[in-house]
């Protein structure tokens, strides 16, 4: 069946660090990869997709690149900002199926 | 356009007691999907909707049912609650069945069963 991957957290960074999390998945077909992203309170939303292999979804200052030979669909960031303290989920959809598989999110602290 | 919009957004319950979540959404979107949030278990699917008048199983169905009342309207219901039912519920829709949609969610509805 479909899964996804991510890395643990808390993520604690200083702001204007470089953030990377890692997201790798499995798939029976040909899926779309999505990070959505879900402040304190609030629902999840979208941040950044990328629906073929080798596609690059970005948004807001982050980006993540669709590696089909690694599975993976990492999420990265120039210079993180206090306000970008979140939840991250990685999910995927598969071509065959009509619902979307979630991570278990990574939780991102950024301190001033 | 106010997206997708969940009631209510807090519950307090008694075992054995039952309620309704409700769920509306105006992009006139086809597919609806109900999921809840647990600490450490991501969001997991309970029942989905792809079209008006259609209705399936997810992974977690068990102790739910679902109604969808019509293009907008989507609801979940605890005919039974149980403590295991304590969780947040997201209700999210999304334009078609295509693999490439967006899903758009809700605010969520916290619901703690005592």
């Known amino acids: 069946g479909n899964s996804v991957t991510q890395m643990e957290g808390p993520v604690t960074l200083s702001e204007e660090a470089f953030l990377t ?25 979208l941040l950044l997709k ?17 590696r089909k030979e690694t599975t993976s669909f990492h999420l990265e960031k120039g210079s993180v900002q206090v306000s970008d303290s979140a939840v991250y989920f990685c ?13 278990k999110g990574t939780m991102l602290l950024v301190s001033p | 356009n106010a997206g997708v ?9 008694k075992t054995g007691q039952s309620m309704t979540l409700q769920c509306a959404q105006d992009m006139n ?3 609806m999907y ?12 309970i029942y989905y909707s792809a079209s008006e008048g259609t209705t399936d199983k997810g992974e977690v169905p ?18 039974s609650a149980a403590p295991s039912q304590t969780s947040v519920y997201f209700c999210a829709s999304s334009e078609a069945g295509d693999y490439t949609d967006t899903q758009y969610f809700g605010p969520g509805t916290r619901l703690t069963v005592l």
């Open chain 1, 50 to 66: 990328a629906t073929k292999a080798d596609d690059k979804g970005s948004n807001k200052g982050f980006e993540a690149t669709y």
């Open chain 2, 34 to 45: 109900w999921y809840r949030q647990d600490p450490g278990m991501g969001l997991r699917l």
């Open chain 1, 21 to 45: 999390i890692n997201c790798t998945y499995t798939a029976t077909g040909y899926p779309s990869l999505f990070w959505y992203v879900q402040y304190p309170g609030e629902g999840l939303q």
């Open chain 2, 62 to 79: 068990n102790g739910y049912n679902v109604s969808r009342l019509n293009k907008r309207e989507f609801s979940l219901r605890l005919e």
């Open chain 1, 91 to 103: 999910a995927l959809r598969d071509s065959g199926y009509s619902t979307l598989t979630f991570g």
């Open chain 2, 5 to 13: 919009t969940q009631t209510p957004k807090f519950q307090v319950l």
């Open chain 2, 29 to 31: 979107h086809n597919s």
